[in-house]
């Protein structure tokens, strides 16, 4: 049974950063494309980010390119997202999800439980 484990979710202070882990118990991780998304409470699901199964390429959304970074190690199947210069407007759950494909948008098959971020002003 595949499962995605959130962690590091937290509360924080603007402008403070948050370490976020992604624990895959996937076969073959290496097989998958990862991603991040988030959804604030009364909003739609957002696409935070995603990374190839090599890492050699990652992609953001626009509110956080510049500040967030997502990466990943294979042999750990992990992958990470680490957020920096947080906002009070990045508060949201945000979930790991695995993708087997790289297409454009990202359709993951397979979703975590989700891990809340806070960030207070």
Known sequence: QVQLVESGGGLVQAGGSLR???AAS??????????WF?????????????????????YYGDSVKGRFTISRDNAKNT????????????????????DPSWG????PNYWGQGTQVTVSS
Not at 49 to 57: D, H, L, P, V, W
Request: proline share 7%; glycine share 6%.
């Open 104 to 107: 454009n948008p990202p359709r």
């Open 79 to 98: 992958v990470y997202l680490q957020m920096n210069s947080l906002k009070p407007e990045d508060t949201a759950v945000y979930y790991c999800a695995a």
């Open 38 to 58: 988030r959804q604030a409470p009364g909003k739609e699901r957002e696409f935070v980010a995603r990374i190839s199964r090599s890492g050699g390429n990652t």
């Open 26 to 35: 996937l076969r073959t991780f290496s097989d998958y494309a990862m991603a």
């Open 20 to 22: 976020l882990s992604c």
